[in-house]
């Protein structure tokens, strides 16, 4: 079991390539998730995108990274360009926009437009990210479930 919450009004577009996530993954309202593509003489080639565990990637979030690896906290209204890797246990802060093809190093607190390196997570991130997600998951209470019927 997978163990992740994807809420209300998130597109998920795994019908043009593999997108794949790890355990505890938290994607909130409004958040669309698609694979990069690239442009070559032959056409237009998709590339999948991988998601690591404990990531919480917060509402109205644009992605098309190509790797967001554990412990990764994506703030509100923040877009991953095509391409992009996010290494592990960094914080994007809110509003900020990752370039295409770029690559933030571990423990990475990232902030801007375009997004630049503005300091460092502390040692302990992979332990708060790993708390964070789990109370998230195990507090989650969903909304309008909609009801089974049969005629």
Same mark, same amino acid.
């Given at each position: 079991?997978?163990?992740?919450?994807?809420?209300?009004?998130?597109?998920?577009?795994?019908?043009?390539?593999?997108?794949?996530?790890?355990?505890?993954?938290?994607?909130?309202?409004?958040?669309?998730?698609?694979?990069?593509?690239?442009?070559?003489?032959?056409?237009?080639?998709?590339?999948?995108?991988?998601?690591?565990?404990?990531?919480?990637?917060?509402?109205?979030?644009?992605?098309?990274?190509?790797?967001?690896?554990?412990?990764?906290?994506?703030?509100?209204?923040?877009?991953?360009?095509?391409?992009?890797?996010?290494?592990?246990?960094?914080?994007?802060?809110?509003?900020?926009?990752? *370039?295409?093809?770029?690559?933030?190093?571990?423990?990475?607190?990232?902030?801007?437009?375009? *997004?630049?390196?503005?300091?460092?997570?502390?040692?302990?991130?992979?332990?708060?990210?790993?708390?964070?997600?789990?109370?998230?998951?195990?507090?989650?209470?969903?909304?309008?479930?909609?009801?089974?019927?049969?005629?």
């Amino acid at each position: 079991m997978f163990q992740n919450i994807v809420q209300k009004d998130v597109v998920i577009r795994g019908d043009l390539a593999a997108i794949r996530s790890g355990r505890f993954c938290i994607i909130r309202k409004g958040t669309i998730i698609r694979p990069s593509s690239k442009k070559f003489s032959k056409g237009v080639t998709l590339f999948p995108v991988h998601i690591g565990d404990h990531v919480m990637i917060e509402e109205d979030c644009v992605i098309s990274a190509a790797q967001i690896c554990s412990f990764v906290h994506i703030g509100a209204g923040s877009v991953i360009g095509g391409s992009a890797v996010l290494k592990e246990c960094c914080r994007v802060l809110p509003g900020s926009v990752v *370039a295409a093809d770029s690559v933030f190093p571990p423990y990475s607190t990232i902030a801007g437009n375009p *997004a630049r390196i503005i300091g460092q997570e502390p040692e302990c991130t992979e332990d708060l990210m790993t708390e964070a997600t789990k109370q998230y998951y195990d507090n989650f209470q969903p909304s309008n479930v909609p009801k089974a019927s049969f005629a």
